[in-house]
């Protein structure tokens, strides 16, 4: 039942369900990290359910079941401290998307309010003055907001690197 639910949640397209939850919620900075944790939960428990299933096979699991412990012992010694490096580099690749899910939704005018300051007010209050030649109204919290994004990517990208065993050399 579980699984319906998170593949209902990823049927729809995850902006348009953020602005749906927003919209419904309220204008508030909890209601955004909202509408961004139920967009993101299918993503970890697709991660977390392929991490398990491919570790309760494995012999350090069936060694600590043969060495008399629980199945809750060997889920929360064994099995979840493997899968939380994948969970760690997930984690750090969404806090981009995360960022760009605020920035857009204050963009069109379902994010906080101002005086609030957020990226994307910044760049939707500075796209009026572009036409009069202050450019750079929008142009630099644009940059910065990019650079934030990129940033959390290439974290997570060096995360995988040092967590994937089949990358090392």
Known sequence: MLSRVLDTIMAFPLFVLAMGIVAALG?????IIYATAII?????ARLVRAEVNIRRDAGFTQAAK???????RVLALHIFPNALPPMMVQVSLNLGWAILNAAGLS???LGVRPPTPEWGIMVAEGANYIVSGEWWLALFPGLWLMLAVFTFNLMGDGLRDIVDP???T
Request: aromatic content about 14%; cysteine-free; proline content about 4%.
């Open 27 to 31: 204008n508030s900075v909890a209601n």
């Open 40 to 44: 993101n939960i299918p993503f970890y």
């Open 66 to 72: 043969l060495a008399g412990n629980s199945d809750a």
């Open 107 to 109: 963009f069109i005018g």
């Open 166 to 168: 089949r990358r090392r």
